[in-house]
């Protein structure tokens, strides 16, 4: 079974239809979805893998709303309700190319206690968002839960989340956070890998020598997607053209859901496990929200 602990949230998506216009209406369509870094890979890696959510909402309508999606698309769901804190909310404001911007609340994301171990039990393959490393509680939790699962002999995937979140934290301080989760798969982009040093320009960087037992996935969204181990380039894995994109959200977590079910479907095969990243995102991105296109 796949793990995956983290965020939850309620996307509200506007996609503006003509140029911001101050202290008035501005035409736009909106669209709410359930979010969360987190909880997207759950809901689109439970379809295809036995999957459990480990997270935390808000006594609230909306957490009840997002656990009954996950449960429709799946997945096996933990969580703490979270007394005198609402359930996460994200608005996402898209611009007319799918870029986004976003302004998050997290509100019980924050709060998430000790994780009970028997959460833990049945999990090949734990992942872990860099979200969940920001603020509250939910760090030191996170983080115990990772170092139990390793205890147990489990993997543990990482996903680097934002380059925001690694200049608010510091690149040392997060590099260090890295090295104790000590991941078998470390998931960035092509900015937060240039920030740590892991890769540049797709080549691996000084910081990939750091982490010589990880796996690293270098994403670069329309570009190929690189695989680097102990800092050497094991496999360069194109990403086929995609038309008709309408929404980046959800993008990187599609990747991360559709290469974790391959790779353990296919016993670590590195590239299969990239392709099918590569396809999963490509349905998401054509659809509103992080949701698959039909």
């Not at 996950?70 to 611009?95: K, S």
């Not at 007319?96 to 019980?108: D, F, I, L, V, W």
């Amino acid at each position: 079974m796949l793990g995956v602990i983290g965020d939850v949230v309620q996307d509200v998506v506007v996609s503006l239809l003509e140029p911001p216009r101050e202290a008035t209406d501005t035409a736009s369509e909106i669209v709410t979805t359930r979010g969360g870094s987190a909880a997207n890979v759950a809901a689109f890696a439970a379809p295809r893998y036995p999957t459990r959510f480990i997270g935390a909402v808000g006594a609230d309508l909306t957490g009840q709303v997002l656990l009954a999606d996950l449960a429709a698309r799946g997945v096996e769901h933990r969580v703490q309700v979270v007394d005198g804190a609402p359930t996460g909310m994200i608005v996402i404001m898209l611009d007319e190319r799918g870029e986004r911007t976003m302004y998050p609340s997290r509100g019980a994301n924050c709060l998430i206690g000790p994780i009970d171990p028997s959460w833990l039990d049945d999990l090949e393959l734990l992942h872990v968002t860099g979200y969940s490393f920001q603020s509250g509680t939910t760090a030191g939790s996170v983080l115990e839960a990772v170092e139990a699962h390793r205890a147990r002999g489990g993997l543990v995937s990482l996903d680097v989340s934002s380059a925001g979140l690694i200049a608010h934290y510091g690149v040392d301080a997060f590099l260090d956070l890295i090295e104790r989760c000590r991941p078998d798969l470390l998931s960035a982009n092509e900015e937060e890998g240039r920030l740590l040093g892991l890769f540049d320009d797709g080549a691996p960087g000084p910081s990939s020598h750091r982490f010589s037992g990880c796996t690293v996935l270098a994403r670069h969204g329309a570009l190929a997607t690189r695989v680097i181990r102990a800092g050497q380039l094991l496999a360069t894995v194109p990403v086929p053209p995609v038309e008709g994109v309408r929404d980046l959200t959800g993008a990187g977590d599609a990747f991360n859901a559709g290469f974790l079910t391959a790779y353990l479907r296919d016993r670590g095969d590195v590239v299969a496990a990239c392709e099918a990243g590569h396809a999963l995102a490509a349905r998401v991105v054509c659809s509103v929200g992080a949701n698959e296109a039909p």
